[in-house]
């Protein structure tokens, strides 16, 4: 099935370490973006890929990098993760002219 | 500072009432799309609009864009405990290339 896979699903974190959510698309998208999502806020836009090899950064990008080495992997990483990175994140690809395509989400949280 | 803002937060109706929520944007834009997701889910692309005065409907689910191409609003007809969920607009401005996604509007189902 053409979509979006987030790994892990959910992860517990211990302050200060470091972590890499995992984000892999099989529709072929230029675009790639990370979003966090959290309670009256809404979709906050981390870092965006419009192509392969390029990344760019959105709304709220610090503390995080992401890399894009082709066009079917983003991996978002957190250097050292903090308790306000505590959220829901979302992986999501674009085709030209379309809707965003999103992943199933990795809740973590961050103690 | 919020891009798109969207209104109102939380609405809770009586299965059977109407609903409607509402996007603003302090700049024209060039398109404008509504999600839905659904609890525990993610965010699926429901439509996009671009003209202005754009008017499309889904089944008891109308969409609107301003005619100034500055505002938008989903309006669900009669709704059923299957709408409960989040809408959330996005918005893609003139000159840019990404879209600013609304804080969203919980929507409660009561039977």
């Known amino acids: 099935i053409a979509g979006i896979t987030q790994a892990p699903t959910s992860q517990i974190l211990a302050a200060g370490r470091r972590m890499t959510l995992r984000c892999t698309q099989d529709m072929r998208h230029n675009a790639m973006y990370w979003y966090r999502q959290d309670l009256g806020l809404g979709l906050r836009l981390i870092h965006y890929?419009?192509?392969?090899?390029?990344?760019g950064k959105g709304e709220v990008p610090d503390g995080y990098s992401v890399s894009r080495a082709n066009t079917d992997d983003f991996p978002l990483t957190l250097a050292s993760a903090v308790p306000s990175q505590t959220s829901v994140y979302f992986c999501?690809?674009?085709?030209?002219?379309?809707?965003?395509?999103f992943g199933s989400g990795t809740r973590l949280t961050v103690v | 500072g919020q891009q798109v803002m969207q209104i109102p937060q939380y609405q809770h109706v009586q299965e059977g009432e109407d609903f409607t929520t509402y996007c603003n944007s302090s700049?024209?834009?060039?398109?404008i799309q509504w999600y839905k997701q659904r609890p525990g889910g993610h965010p699926v692309f429901l439509i996009q609009?671009?003209?202005?005065?754009e008017v499309k409907k889904q089944k008891r689910l109308t969409f609107q864009f301003g005619e100034a191409k500055k505002n938008s609003s989903l309006h669900i007809t009669a709704t059923q405990t299957t709408d409960v969920g989040t809408y959330f607009c996005a918005g893609l401005k003139n000159t840019g290339n990404q879209f600013y996604f609304g804080t969203g509007t919980s929507l409660t189902v009561i039977p």
């Open positions: 609009l671009v003209k202005s005065g």
């Open positions: 999501a690809s674009r085709g030209p002219g379309y809707g965003y395509t």
């Open positions: 700049t024209t834009l060039s398109n």
């Open positions: 890929s419009n192509t392969a090899g390029t990344t």
